[in-house]
C-alpha cells in the first residue's frame, strides 16, 4: 500500500508576516536606492564647490604671489627734443609697474626720464574717520642712466613703480609719462608692463 504522505501547509499568520517582511524589506531597498542617488547629487554639487574653491585660491595665489603679468605697451616710442609721451594705465589689484627702455644711444638714454602717477582712494572703516574719503597720490620721477647693455641693441634701463587699484575703472587712476631732456629727438623701444 503506497501511503500519501501529507502536504505540510503555512499557517495563515506565517504567510501574513512573511508578505509582510516583503513588503518591508522592498520598501528599504527602494529608499535605499533614493538616498544613494540623492548622495551621488551631492557629491557632485559639492566636487563641483571644492573645484570652484579651489580655482579662486589659485586665483588670489596668484594675485598675491605677483605671478601674473600684463605688456601694456611695447614699441618703438620717439621723443622730440624737451618732448614727453604718456600712457594711462589700467589696474584691477595692487601690483609692481615695470618701464623698460631700450636705446642704441647711451647719452640720449640718459637724458630720459620717466614718471609714474596715481591716486588711491583711501576709506576708513571705523573711528572718528569713518565716512571720509582720503586721496593718497603717488608721484615719482626717475632718470633713466642706460647702465645695462643687453649686448645686441644697445643700452637699457628699467624702473620698477608701485601700483594700486582705483574705485572708479572708467578712468586711469594711474599713467605713465616718458621724457626726453636732450636736444635731439630720441627713438627707444619702451616696453611697460604690470605685475600684478
Known amino acids: 500500500m503506497d501511503e500519501t504522505k501529507p502536504r505540510k501547509m503555512v499557517s ?9 517582511i516583503c513588503i518591508i524589506l522592498g520598501a528599504i531597498i527602494v529608499s535605499f536606492f533614493a538616498v544613494a542617488n ?3 547629487g551631492t557629491i557632485r554639487t559639492d566636487d563641483n564647490q571644492i573645484n570652484s574653491l579651489n580655482s579662486q585660491i589659485n586665483n588670489l595665489t596668484d594675485i598675491c604671489g605677483i605671478w601674473d ?3 601694456l605697451f611695447s614699441q618703438n616710442v620717439t621723443l622730440q627734443a624737451g618732448g614727453t609721451t604718456s600712457f594711462p594705465v589700467f589696474a584691477n589689484y595692487s601690483g609692481i609697474l615695470s618701464v623698460e627702455m631700450e636705446g642704441t644711444n647711451e647719452s640720449l638714454l640718459s637724458q630720459t626720464w620717466v614718471r609714474a602717477f596715481s591716486r588711491h582712494w583711501l576709506y576708513p ?16 620721477t626717475r632718470n633713466y642712466h642706460g647702465d645695462f647693455s643687453d649686448g645686441q641693441t644697445g643700452q637699457m634701463d628699467t624702473e620698477y613703480f ?10 586711469p ?11 635731439q629727438t630720441v627713438t627707444e623701444y619702451v616696453t611697460i608692463t604690470y605685475y600684478y
Open 162 to 171: 608701485p601700483v594700486l587699484p582705483y574705485a572708479n575703472a572708467a578712468q
Open 69 to 71: 603679468n600684463v605688456v
Open 125 to 140: 572703516v571705523y573711528g572718528s574717520e569713518y565716512g571720509q574719503v582720503y586721496p593718497v597720490d603717488y608721484d615719482e
Open 38 to 40: 540623492n548622495m551621488n
Open 173 to 183: 587712476y594711474a599713467g605713465i609719462i616718458i621724457g626726453n631732456n636732450s636736444t
Open 12 to 20: 495563515r499568520n506565517v504567510a501574513i508576516a512573511l508578505g509582510i
